[in-house]
């Protein structure tokens, strides 16, 4: 909720920058004027934009030093993008396969995918994505300036767009100059972008292994999960159930070591509902059971009203002999959950000697889970599984030492992750052959190089690189909207 109100604020502070630009230019106010033209601020609706020509010397300086650097690295930067080129249109293309085969979106494990705040991305780490969105294209923008003013291109200016909330670099250079180079030499500038994001990822993954390896010696890792917020206003919060600091190991048998057996913990509750093992003496000291009934919502009940705390039981041995207890058992959720010490699969039903598997009789997406704690009571949960996932907030990293919180390797980790990944995406999306992209003019290059001696129409050649890129817009266009709309539908 707090995330969504300082939208509202954000979206509301455009409305009034809109309407004063609107009424100061409306009015000619000279001093407005001056001021914009000055600064290079440019308001539009929910669009910023500023533009400066300060930074351009700076450029130059560091583009005329280190000549022989810069002209193995943006070599290098060339033949890793074309590279990278036919790698991106696979990727694409074995996406849109894996989107158009495969029937389950949870099954479907796309390897490329469109990140949209609120969709697939969680809208609380909109910081994350801004914060990386904006350092990415900055040091993409920065690769083709240094490659521009090493082949003696002039820069006209560089700047941020911010598009609500959403912040992206860009650098102008001279076109009639970048026009008149040779066609080798604009491709370097062309791939010196997509040159500095590979290795913007690949410091990236660096970086991580070596934040990693300094956290696992100040916090506990793969001991289990610590409990950094708890949904107020969901069912699992409370002095019963789930609090801040606390340390989760297990999930019913399933052991929790970090963040990735956590979800998958709680995705194999959701899938294979778990039967408990229990002895017969159990169920005949406490069992309460009456006939009984199908409810509305689609469970099975054999307590009664006035039991709110017990839940109805079947049993599931499979044998086909006597049956040691009967078909449905009446008993307290907690006591069987606390007394059970091995779970049951439903399918085989198999427990140790005199135990015997029993399953609650609950909605198709409702299961019942004990959670263990350290140096707690355990926490009986009823409910979807994936509610678990949503209402807590959790880290992989235990404090020790003097640390209280796991905020900061949290945050390190999580910035790194999406840099990485940023970077690369960014990389892959810019090399493809689509309109607005680098791509674009890469393939065009590549058409004047390789098809200049074979065919003598500059118009063809063009033709055939606006072909080409067309057919990678339509594929990228494709990717994001059925990917986005498959997500929205699951």
Same mark, same amino acid.
């Given at each position: 909720?707090?995330?969504?109100?300082?939208?509202?604020?954000?979206?509301?502070?455009?409305?009034?920058?809109?309407?004063?630009?609107?009424?100061?230019?409306?009015?000619?106010?000279?001093?407005?004027?001056?001021?914009?033209?000055?600064?290079?601020?440019?308001?539009?609706?929910?669009?910023?934009?500023?533009?400066?020509?300060?930074?351009?010397?700076?450029?130059?300086? /560091?583009?005329?030093?280190? !000549?022989?650097?810069?002209?193995? &690295?943006?070599? +290098?930067? @060339?033949?890793?993008?074309?590279? =990278? %080129?036919?790698?991106?249109?696979?990727?694409?293309?074995?996406?849109?396969?894996?989107?158009?085969?495969?029937?389950?979106?949870?099954?479907?494990?796309?390897?490329?995918?469109?990140?949209?705040?609120?969709?697939?991305?969680?809208?609380?780490?909109?910081?994350?994505?801004?914060?990386?969105?904006?350092?990415?294209?900055?040091?993409?923008?920065?690769?083709?300036?240094?490659?521009?003013?090493?082949?003696?291109?002039?820069?006209?200016?560089?700047?941020?767009?911010?598009?609500?909330?959403?912040?992206?670099?860009?650098?102008?250079?001279?076109?009639?100059?970048?026009?008149?180079?040779?066609? /080798?030499?604009?491709?370097? !500038?062309?791939?010196?972008?997509? &040159?500095?994001? +590979?290795? @913007?990822?690949?410091?990236?993954? =660096? %970086?991580?292994?070596?934040?990693?390896?300094?956290?696992?010696?100040?916090?506990?890792?793969?001991?289990?999960?610590?409990?950094?917020?708890?949904?107020?206003?969901?069912?699992?919060?409370?002095?019963?159930?789930?609090?801040?600091?606390?340390?989760?190991?297990?999930?019913?048998?399933?052991?929790?070591?970090?963040?990735?057996?956590?979800?998958?913990?709680?995705?194999?509750?959701?899938?294979?509902?778990?039967?408990?093992?229990?002895?017969?003496?159990?169920?005949?000291?406490?069992?309460?059971?009456?006939?009984?009934?199908?409810?509305?919502?689609?469970?099975?009940?054999?307590?009664?009203?006035?039991?709110?705390?017990?839940?109805?039981?079947?049993?599931?041995?499979?044998?086909?002999?006597?049956?040691?207890?009967?078909?449905?058992?009446?008993?307290?959720?907690?006591?069987?959950?606390?007394?059970?010490?091995?779970?049951?699969?439903?399918?085989?039903?198999?427990?140790?000697?005199?135990?015997?598997?029993?399953?609650?009789?609950?909605?198709?997406?409702?299961?019942?889970?004990?959670?263990?704690?350290?140096?707690?009571?355990?926490?009986?949960?009823?409910?979807?599984?994936?509610?678990?996932?949503?209402?807590?907030?959790?880290?992989?990293?235990?404090?020790?030492?003097?640390?209280?919180?796991?905020?900061?390797?949290?945050?390190?980790?999580?910035?790194?992750?999406?840099?990485?990944?940023?970077?690369?995406?960014?990389?892959?999306?810019?090399?493809?052959?689509?309109?607005?992209?680098?791509?674009?003019?890469?393939?065009?290059?590549?058409?004047?190089?390789?098809?200049?001696?074979?065919?003598?129409?500059?118009?063809?050649?063009?033709?055939?690189?606006?072909?080409?890129?067309?057919?990678?817009?339509?594929?990228?266009?494709?990717?994001?909207?059925?990917?986005?709309?498959?997500?929205?539908?699951?």
């Amino acid at each position: 909720m707090d995330i969504v109100v300082g939208l509202i604020w954000i979206a509301v502070v455009y409305g009034v920058l809109f309407f004063f630009d609107t009424f100061f230019k409306s009015c000619a106010h000279y001093p407005y004027v001056k001021f914009l033209h000055e600064t290079g601020f440019k308001i539009k609706f929910f669009h910023l934009q500023w533009n400066t020509t300060s930074l351009n010397r700076i450029f130059v300086r /560091w583009g005329s030093s280190n !000549i022989r650097f810069f002209n193995i &690295w943006f070599s +290098l930067g @060339l033949y890793a993008t074309l590279i =990278l %080129l036919p790698t991106s249109i696979c990727l694409i293309l074995y996406a849109i396969f894996q989107l158009l085969t495969t029937k389950s979106y949870e099954d479907q494990n796309i390897i490329v995918e469109p990140i949209i705040p609120g969709v697939n991305l969680p809208i609380s780490e909109l910081g994350y994505y801004s914060i990386t969105l904006v350092f990415c294209s900055i040091v993409h923008e920065v690769g083709h300036a240094l490659a521009a003013v090493k082949e003696d291109v002039h820069l006209v200016n560089v700047g941020i767009t911010v598009l609500f909330v959403i912040p992206v670099a860009y650098v102008n250079i001279n076109l009639e100059k970048l026009s008149s180079l040779n066609p /080798w030499k604009t491709l370097r !500038i062309m791939c010196a972008g997509v &040159w500095h994001n +590979l290795v @913007l990822s690949f410091v990236g993954l =660096l %970086l991580y292994f070596i934040m990693w390896s300094m956290f696992t010696t100040m916090f506990y890792v793969d001991n289990g999960i610590y409990i950094t917020d708890v949904n107020p206003n969901s069912p699992l919060a409370g002095i019963r159930g789930l609090q801040m600091g606390d340390i989760v190991t297990n999930i019913n048998d399933c052991v929790v070591r970090d963040e990735v057996t956590w979800n998958d913990c709680l995705l194999n509750a959701w899938y294979n509902k778990p039967g408990f093992c229990i002895t017969t003496d159990l169920v005949h000291s406490v069992d309460e059971s009456i006939p009984i009934v199908e409810l509305p919502n689609g469970a099975y009940d054999c307590c009664g009203p006035t039991k709110p705390d017990w839940l109805c039981f079947e049993y599931g041995d499979n044998n086909d002999g006597i049956l040691e207890l009967p078909p449905h058992m009446c008993l307290p959720a907690r006591k069987v959950v606390e007394t059970c010490t091995s779970f049951c699969d439903l399918s085989t039903q198999i427990c140790p000697t005199n135990y015997h598997c029993i399953y609650p009789l609950l909605p198709n997406a409702t299961t019942l889970l004990k959670i263990k704690l350290i140096q707690k009571p355990d926490v009986i949960y009823i409910g979807h599984p994936l509610d678990v996932l949503h209402a807590a907030q959790i880290s992989s990293y235990i404090p020790r030492y003097f640390f209280k919180t796991p905020m900061l390797p949290d945050m390190v980790m999580k910035l790194l992750r999406y840099l990485i990944s940023f970077s690369l995406g960014l990389a892959l999306v810019n090399v493809i052959p689509c309109v607005y992209m680098d791509g674009h003019h890469i393939i065009n290059l590549l058409a004047q190089i390789t098809l200049k001696e074979k065919v003598r129409s500059r118009n063809t050649i063009a033709l055939i690189s606006i072909i080409i890129s067309l057919i990678g817009t339509a594929l990228l266009i494709f990717l994001c909207i059925y990917s986005i709309w498959t997500r929205l539908l699951k």
